[in-house]
């Protein structure tokens, strides 16, 4: 079993930046991968970034340019550092664990997650 706690996430402006942090407790915390999604209302819940207990990391070509996943295993926490936000990355961000074999990019393949945490771009 692996519990996640999402933390980081509050309101900003356009332009603003935001860190969110993943923490997770568990055995064999570095055998997973951990990754963000993020969900907006009406719509699927949208794969991020990724990185393995190796510090390979993986994102969406949408957020490419903009967002940086980390990972300091010494601390079982992973973190997401988003620059230049626009109002359309309003959403809940959730963090999830998967075991490295899964495909990194589907949802279905983390088989943990967190509760999420919210975050508003807004003026």
């Known amino acids: 079993q692996v519990q996640l706690v999402e933390s980081g996430g509050e309101s900003v402006r356009p332009g603003g930046s935001l860190r969110l942090s993943c923490t997770a407790s568990?055995?064999?915390?570095?055998?997973?991968?951990l990754g963000w999604f993020r969900q907006a209302p009406g719509k699927e819940r949208e794969f991020l970034a990724a990185?393995?207990?190796?510090?390979?990391?993986y994102y969406a070509d949408s957020v490419l340019d903009r967002f940086t996943i980390s990972r300091v295993n010494a601390k079982n926490t992973a973190y997401l550092r988003m620059d230049s936000l626009k109002p359309e990355d309003t959403a809940v961000y959730y963090c999830a664990a998967k075991s490295i074999s899964r495909p990194v990019r589907a949802s279905s393949s983390y088989e943990y997650w967190g509760q999420g945490t919210q975050v508003t771009v807004s003026s």
């Open positions: 568990g055995r064999n915390i570095n055998e997973y991968v």
């Open positions: 990185i393995t207990g190796g510090l390979t990391p």
